[in-house]
């Protein structure tokens, strides 16, 4: 599945303009208004499985129209826009952080949230939404590392692997900027979420150091190249894709690095000028329900949030897949990604300086 971390266009989100006022769909009384007999929804494709939203309208009487987007950057500016007419979006943990700065989103109330307390406990006041003001996590994943070991030869266990000569041509970095920065980070014993321009600047001695052993950059048809063994190893993302090749091949398989690797999150949030505000928690808690939230793994491949819903899943095969729930053990060093502020132009530098090499 795609994943996600574009942030070579997070600059272009955070010199939008400003939002233009919008009136409230609730009345000062706190009743809500005709907007609340429908929903709007912006969200990842592929992440809202048709049975989730069939089942709240069923239940709820509620209309739901469902669009979706297939990065962050072009949500963001969709809402950023003004008027946008939706309610829920679905955005990653740093595009939180980058709405909240632009008040585009509600803080959430939680004395009207039933089952919040299902959620994984590593979701719940996570470092990029302190409390989960802001957002309540849907499914998640990681960034590490798939390989083939018929042709490896070994075990992998971390980004070291990935700068042995004894794999020249035969190892892929994903085609993200910030993806790839990870593993530079990582390698040096330093952090994912670094802002530091002398530790980036070490981060792109590295990526320039393996540039020379690379296949190339790639962040589509990558699984099917390890998968077949065009590829021994290449930096990936968990879900869909990855799946797939690790259920295909049993010499195929997914980790996260010793250094660490990455969590990212997808999360509801309530759009900061809803018209439909008493809809939105109705969907807020219907997705909270373990039974509802069990439908992210079993229709679209995904690692629930949920804590509660993992004993409801019916493909517990799903469950077992480390390219769709990571062990618990393997994300003690995992970190979110989140924005980089400022210091983005650091990485920007230094990736112009790896692709031009």
Known sequence: MKRRTAFTAVMAATTMVALSAC???????????????????????????????????????????????????????????????????????????????????????????????????????????????????????????LYNEACTGR???????????????????????????????????LSATSTDEAEIETATDSLLEQKPLLAGYNSENYADLVGSGDACIAEAYSGTTAALAVESNPDVHYILPEEGGTLWTDSFSIVSDTDSEDAAYQWLNYTLRPEVAALATDEASLASANGAALELISDQSMVDNPAVYAPESALENAEFIVDPGEALSYFQAGWTRVRAS
């Open 23 to 145: 009136s409230s769909g609730t009345g000062s009384d706190g009743s809500s208004d005709s907007g609340d007999q429908t929903l709007n929804i912006y969200a990842w494709s592929g992440e809202i499985p048709d049975a989730v939203i069939d089942g709240f309208e069923e239940e709820t009487g509620i209309s739901v129209t469902l669009d979706t987007f297939d990065s962050n950057e072009t949500m963001i500016s969709k809402l950023a826009a003004g008027n946008s007419g939706y309610d829920i979006v679905e955005p990653s943990q740093y595009a939180v952080q980058l709405m909240v700065e632009r008040d585009l989103l509600a803080e959430i109330d939680k004395s009207r949230l039933e089952g919040f307390d299902n959620l994984t406990e590593k979701f719940v006041d996570p470092s990029f939404d302190p409390d989960n003001t802001y957002s309540i996590p849907w499914a998640w994943g990681t960034t590490g590392i």
């Open 155 to 189: 075990e992998i266990t971390g980004w070291s692997d990935m700068w042995d000569e004894e794999f020249s041509g035969k190892i892929y970095m994903l085609d993200n900027m910030l993806s790839a920065y990870i593993a530079g980070l990582q390698i040096n014993g």
